[in-house]
């Protein structure tokens, strides 16, 4: 079946640093990408999307680019704040379905 | 626009006793999905409704959760009777026709003691 495999967390990083965030996937067929953000207490906010292949999605600085060769979607920022810190969902959703297929997440903070 | 509404925000029961969680999508969403959220883990599907009816059950354990969604808005996730396994972070979803994307609610934390 899909899955979604994300780079082990947790991850701690100084601000102004630069991030990413490793994510591949397993799909048959064309899925869309999504990265989601869940701040502590809150539920996930979509992030970013991409649909088709070679497509970046971007939002808040952050950015992904969707890889059929390399069957990856790894999430990226120049330089993260405070503020940043969170936990990443990437997930995909097959092409024909609607049902979001998560990885296992990944926590980041942030040190100022 | 308001966004998914889910209550209550924390639950605390004894295994064995029932529990239900409800939820009130985004003003025209025809999908609705429930995930359950493992702390440490990704969400995972539990129900996903078209409408009024159910488009994938497969990973709902039936003999003891349940869910309905009434007159294609409102829905309500059950369980019973609850196991210490059953603690997590219950999350509904809701998605426009035609669209991929899916927009979350806070969530229910359910704590099983």
């Known amino acids: 079946g899909d899955s979604v495999t994300q780079m082990e967390g947790p991850v701690t990083l100084s601000e102004e640093a630069f991030l990413t965030i490793n994510c591949t996937y397993t799909?048959?067929?064309?899925?869309?990408l999504f990265w989601y953000v869940q701040y502590p207490g809150e539920g996930l906010q979509l992030l970013l999307k991409?649909?088709?292949?070679?497509d970046k999605g971007s939002n808040k600085g952050f950015e992904a680019t969707y890889r059929k060769e390399t069957t990856s979607f790894h999430l990226e920022k120049g330089s993260v704040q405070v503020s940043d810190s969170a936990v990443y969902f990437c997930a995909l959703n097959e092409q024909g379905a609607q049902k979001l297929v998560f990885g296992q997440g990944t926590r980041l903070t942030i040190n100022p | 626009e308001a966004g998914v509404a889910q209550s209550p925000r924390y639950k605390i029961i004894e295994k064995r006793q029932s529990v239900a969680f409800w939820c009130n999508p985004i003003?025209?969403?025809?999908?609705l999905y429930w995930y359950q959220q493992i702390l440490g883990q990704g969400p995972k599907l539990l129900i996903q409704f078209q409408n009024n009816g159910v488009v994938d059950d497969s990973q709902l354990p039936k003999d003891r959760f349940s869910a309905e969604r009434l007159k294609g808005v409102d829905s309500t996730l059950k369980i019973q009777p609850a196991k210490l396994e059953d603690s997590a972070v219950y999350l509904c979803?809701?998605?426009?026709?035609?669209?991929?994307?899916?927009?979350f609610g806070q969530g229910t934390r359910l704590t099983v003691v």
């Open positions: 991409a649909t088709k292949a070679d």
């Open positions: 799909a048959t067929g064309y899925p869309s």
């Open positions: 003003s025209g969403h025809a999908t």
């Open positions: 979803a809701s998605s426009p026709q035609g669209t991929r994307e899916a927009f």
